[in-house]
């Protein structure tokens, strides 16, 4: 295990409900990151949190909605979702935003959507 | 906007073999960083190796080597006396430099087995 941490680890959650993803990281890093990895294709960025400010958000849809209270915590609440969100999402951090740092990965929360 | 191409989607090598991942990039930019993630079935991803566009040497990290051919936009994985432990899926990213991490771009990855 790396010092980032997600809970829950799978989680099945109807299209009405709401329910948040939890990351957090034991690194002393600035830099947050929530990826979307669906089979057979390539990990998609979705947010990224500099010192707790958000400074990317790849299009994504609303009813992801994240959340970073310090640099050590990072959540994504869902609301609404469709099945089509269902896949494996990965928490990730780093020292800072810049690509000097590699990306310290969790062990990711698989998303059902029924 | 920046492509990487994974074209095998599976490999498989004889443990103690070596095998080579191929990668392919597509970017305008003239300096950038090119990686190699692990990800072994657990699912937790960990960095490989790290290639910087603008040295010319290609980096080693033990028994993991790369082949980086700039002019084609090149960026293979060579991994030499293969282990059971490197069973994986294995993605390529690239990334601009001076950038941020925001624009660290995925291929499909490529999934590894060793037989014993």
């Known amino acids: 295990e790396t010092g980032v941490t997600q809970t829950p680890r799978h989680l099945v959650m109807g299209m009405t409900n709401k329910k948040s993803l939890k990351c957090e990281q034991h690194?002393?890093?600035?830099?947050m990151y929530w990826y979307k990895q669906s089979a057979k294709k390539p990990l998609e960025l979705m947010f990224v949190?500099?010192?707790?400010?958000?400074?990317e958000n790849n299009s994504v849809p609303s009813r992801f909605s994240p959340e970073c209270p310090n640099s050590s915590h990072l959540f994504l609440h869902l609301h609404t979702l469709q099945p089509e969100d269902s896949a494996l999402y990965l928490c990730a951090s780093s020292q800072d935003g810049s690509l000097f740092y590699e990306q310290y990965f969790g062990p990711g929360t698989r998303l059902t959507v029924t | 906007a920046q492509t990487v191409t994974q074209s095998q989607p599976e490999m498989s090598v004889q443990e103690a073999e070596t095998v080579t991942l191929s990668c392919t990039y597509d970017t305008s930019e003239s300096d950038y960083y090119l990686f190699w993630y692990k990800q072994p079935p657990s699912r937790q991803m960990i960095l490989v190796i790290r290639q910087e566009a603008y040295k010319q040497q290609n980096a080693t990290e033990n028994r993991f080597s790369v082949n980086f051919q700039k002019a084609a936009k090149s960026f293979s994985l060579k991994i030499s006396d293969s282990q059971l432990g490197d069973a994986a899926m294995y993605f390529c990213a690239s990334s601009n430099y001076g950038g941020s991490q925001g624009n660290l771009i995925f291929g499909k990855g490529t999934k590894l087995s060793v037989k014993p």
């Open positions: 690194l002393g890093h600035n830099a």
């Open positions: 949190y500099n010192f707790k400010e958000q400074t």
